[in-house]
């Protein structure tokens, strides 16, 4: 069973979901492309994350390395269904099952 891990304002504001004033990540101008899995990205495609998906012990492990909804990474390489991104000077291998359960949106090269 997989969970889905959305952080948002209204959430702990209890303001109204469609409220997106409160919501700092909907607000952002990459708000108006559908997210993707990480998986789609091409190298060199720099990204932002929207949201985490599966399971506490996926979302905790994920987060622990850095990789929280707002975050900016880069395409460094692809390896098979892996790839390794860069969050700042930081490189972070992934495994295709982890970063297809990372939804990001493109924000060009």
């Known amino acids: 069973m997989t969970h889905s891990i959305s952080l948002h304002a ?3 504001l209890d303001l109204a979901p469609n409220d ?3 919501d700092p990540i909907a607000a952002t101008p990459a708000d108006d492309t ?6 789609m ?3 060199g495609e720099r990204v932002r994350i929207r949201s985490l998906l599966g399971g506490k012990g996926l979302v905790m492990r994920l987060t622990e390395l850095g990789l929280n ?3 900016e990474l880069r395409v460094i390489q692809r390896q098979g269904a892996g790839l390794v991104v860069a969050r700042g000077e930081t490189r972070i291998a ?3 099952g982890m970063a297809t359960k ?5 924000l060009g090269r």
Not at 34 to 39: A, E, G, R, V
Not at 102 to 106: H, S, W
Request: no cysteine.
């Open 20 to 22: 997106t004033a409160a």
């Open 41 to 43: 990205a091409s190298d």
């Open 10 to 12: 209204h959430e702990f």
């Open 102 to 106: 990372i939804l990001v949106t493109g």
């Open 34 to 39: 559908k997210p993707f899995p990480l998986t």
């Open 94 to 96: 992934l495994g295709g």
């Open 69 to 71: 909804q707002g975050t």
